[in-house]
């Protein structure tokens, strides 16, 4: 079982940068039993997209459109620990964010699709104001 818990969250002026963690337990990086994490996102009122994700043997990165350029996915093997650096955020970022995983490959186009991931944080709290 693989359990995720995020934290980083909060309040933040529009072009300010926000580092969202994702603590990751029953895994290590080594074995590469999850293959494919990823950072979601869901405002009021609105589905939850995909922002990014990373291969995690590979480390390969995908990033939505909305966000390429501002947001970097990264992890630390030795720390277990999944990272979301955001820069320049904007309003329109405000969500909560969530940390997923999973240890299927997604076909290529899914990537983003949120019913491939098996495992979820609990959310963390992102709010830009202008």
């Known amino acids: 079982q693989v359990q995720l818990v995020e934290s980083g969250g909060g309040s933040v002026q529009a072009g300010g940068s926000l580092r969202l963690s994702c603590a990751v337990s029953g895994h290590t990086y080594s074995t590469y039993s999850v293959i494919l994490m990823g950072w979601f996102r869901q405002a009021p009122g609105k589905e939850r997209e995909g922002v990014a994700n990373?291969?995690?043997?590979?480390?390969?990165?995908y990033y939505a459109d909305s966000v390429k350029g501002r947001f970097t996915i990264s992890q630390d093997n030795a720390k277990n620990t999944l990272y979301l650096q955001m820069d320049s955020l904007k309003p329109e970022d405000t969500a909560m964010y969530y940390c997923?995983?999973?240890?299927?490959?997604?076909?290529?186009?899914?990537?983003?699709?949120?019913?491939?991931?098996?495992?979820w944080g609990q959310g963390t709290q992102v709010t830009v104001s202008s």
């Open positions: 990373i291969y995690t043997g590979v480390g390969i990165t």
């Open positions: 997923a995983a999973t240890r299927k490959y997604p076909p290529p186009g899914n990537r983003f699709d949120s019913s491939q991931y098996n495992y």
